[in-house]
């Protein structure tokens, strides 16, 4: 499976379009790249998952360059609600599934 | 809600003790996934099932082990309990396996062991 990296946190205010960059150099052809919220002391929750290009959900955008070695998860107008820990996952969709989380982003959003 | 059932919610016992932590998966969800998460630490991948048989292995420790059963439902024992086993158990499942696949994650189970 691909490393991630990812800011270990980020500050924001509300209202404010928020962008967290997950950087895996070492992606490979077949692999995906999914982000997770996380709220304390909850389990997290899928937000948004993509292969290349931009992908766009209800909640947030995810931006893929051409070279797929980085990810963008983008939220507008975040709210206080937003604040949580985000992970960026890369992996295939081969039968070896395990989702292997690393240490996320920590978002807080200020009013 | 998620779909995904665990209990108990809140678990504590001694250290040297054995305890059992259940998950339901969705229905229709053949993988399930458990995970632990200390204080303020990540979510750590322990292991994973899919129909009934183990798929993947991670930091799992021999004190532990798991098994899913005909069911589904995946249960994860826990042995010879020290003080840093506290921590939130997670259980997870999804429609299959592989990374493109959504995983849902339920609420935990938060031991505590004194």
């Known amino acids: 499976l691909a490393k991630t990296t990812q800011p270990i946190s980020m500050d924001s205010y509300e209202g404010q379009e928020v962008n967290i960059t997950c950087s895996h150099n070492n992606i490979a052809t077949n692999d995906y790249i999914t982000w997770y919220q996380q709220f304390p002391s909850q389990g997290p929750r899928f937000i948004i998952q993509g292969y290349k290009t931009k992908v766009t959900n209800e909640v947030a955008s995810l931006f893929i360059p051409a070279d797929r070695k980085s990810s963008t998860l983008s939220l507008p107008r975040v709210s206080l609600s937003d604040t949580a820990v985000y992970y960026c996952?890369?992996?295939?969709?081969?039968?070896?599934?395990?989702?292997?989380f690393g240490k996320g982003t920590k978002l807080s959003v200020k009013p | 809600d998620s779909g995904v059932t665990q209990t108990p919610k809140h678990l504590i016992t001694a250290t040297g003790q054995r305890v059992t932590l259940r998950c339901s998966p969705r229905?229709?969800?053949?993988?399930v996934y458990w995970y632990q998460q200390s204080l303020d630490q990540g979510l750590q991948f322990l292991i994973q099932?899919?129909?009934?048989?183990?798929?993947a292995k991670g930091n799992i420790l021999e004190r532990f082990s798991a098994q899913q059963f005909p069911d589904l439902h995946s249960e994860l024992n826990l042995s010879s309990l020290e003080l840093g086993d506290s921590a939130l158990y997670f259980c997870?499942?999804?429609?299959?396996?592989?990374?493109?696949?959504?995983?849902?994650f339920g609420q935990g189970t938060r031991l505590t062991v004194v």
């Open positions: 229905s229709g969800d053949l993988s």
């Open positions: 099932y899919y129909n009934g048989e183990e798929r």
């Open positions: 997870a499942s999804s429609v299959e396996t592989g990374m493109n696949t959504e995983a849902f």
């Open positions: 996952l890369v992996g295939d969709g081969g039968s070896q599934g395990n989702l292997i």
